[in-house]
């Protein structure tokens, strides 16, 4: 039975997720405010943590990232629930580290939906560790049992997300790959209007793989239509690794 915690100060949303969850076959660890919610967290170590924003004492945004630094958190999925569903608010969740954003207020079911898809995605293995070959192409190798790439001969570590979204764009290496197709593969739910997770995440990629990620050479976006991965066909052994420049998320 997975185990979730539920970091939420409104009694009767944390009444209506713990009932809806439990009926569902989860058990449901609660708390009503930050510090007691990050306690809990690395008291207990979860299966997933529904994290509310507006939390009394210590913020969603703050806890969400003392949990991503802290190693034994630091690959738990947090679904993050918010009142707040502005672009900027979905922008700063994902970067301070949520694997999905839900807006109130939410239908029960499309929160069972996504809970759902977090927890098989972080129990599954990628999809690459399920064929005996290696997933490979130019100077770019994928590292499942480890969720790591060579690139360019360097090994980089990438969060659970990073590398299924690597993985779902280089099986299709070459092609445009739309955000449809993206949200249904790494996130494992029915797409809707809102594509700014992927953009998200996309630019975490870019941050840790491109020369330059604000004019990336490798994972290109085709306006309107969503993202390709273009690599070339064999790593020269010469060439330098790129020198990698911050960009501001």
């Not at 930050?34 to 507006?54: C, H, S, T, Y």
């Not at 009142?83 to 949520?98: M, S, V």
């Not at 997300?161 to 092609?175: A, K, P, T, V």
Request: one cysteine or more; proline letters at 7%; charged letters at 25%.
């Amino acid at each position: 039975m997975a185990r979730i915690l539920v970091i939420e100060d409104d009694p009767s949303i944390l009444d209506i997720l713990r009932i809806n969850l439990e009926l569902a076959g989860y058990e449901v660890v609660k708390a009503s405010d930050g510090v007691r919610g990050q306690a809990m967290a690395l008291q207990v170590l979860p299966d997933l943590i529904i994290l509310d924003l507006m939390l009394p004492q210590v913020d969603g945004l703050t806890i969400c990232q003392r949990l991503r630094r802290e190693e034994r958190t630091s690959e738990i999925p947090v679904l993050m629930l918010t009142a707040l569903g502005q672009t900027q608010d979905k922008i700063e969740g994902f970067n301070a580290g949520a694997d999905d954003y839900l807006t109130k207020p939410f239908e029960v079911q499309e929160l069972l939906v996504r809970v759902r898809a977090l927890l098989r995605r972080s129990d599954r293995i990628p999809q690459t560790a399920k064929h005996s070959e290696i997933l490979s192409y130019g100077p770019l190798t994928l590292v499942p049992e480890r969720f790591e790439v060579l690139w360019f001969g360097k090994t980089i570590k990438l969060t659970h997300l990073e590398f299924d979204l690597l993985h779902c764009l280089m099986q299709r290496h070459g092609q445009t790959v739309s955000p449809s197709e993206i949200l249904q593969e790494v996130w494992g739910y029915e797409p809707d209007d809102d594509i700014e997770t992927i953009r998200v995440h996309i630019r975490h990629l870019r941050t840790k793989l491109e020369p330059d990620p604000r004019h990336p050479q490798y994972i290109k976006t085709v306006y309107g239509a969503g993202y390709c991965l273009e690599l070339p066909n064999i790593a020269d052994p010469g060439q330098p690794e790129p020198e990698l420049v911050k960009e501001s998320l």
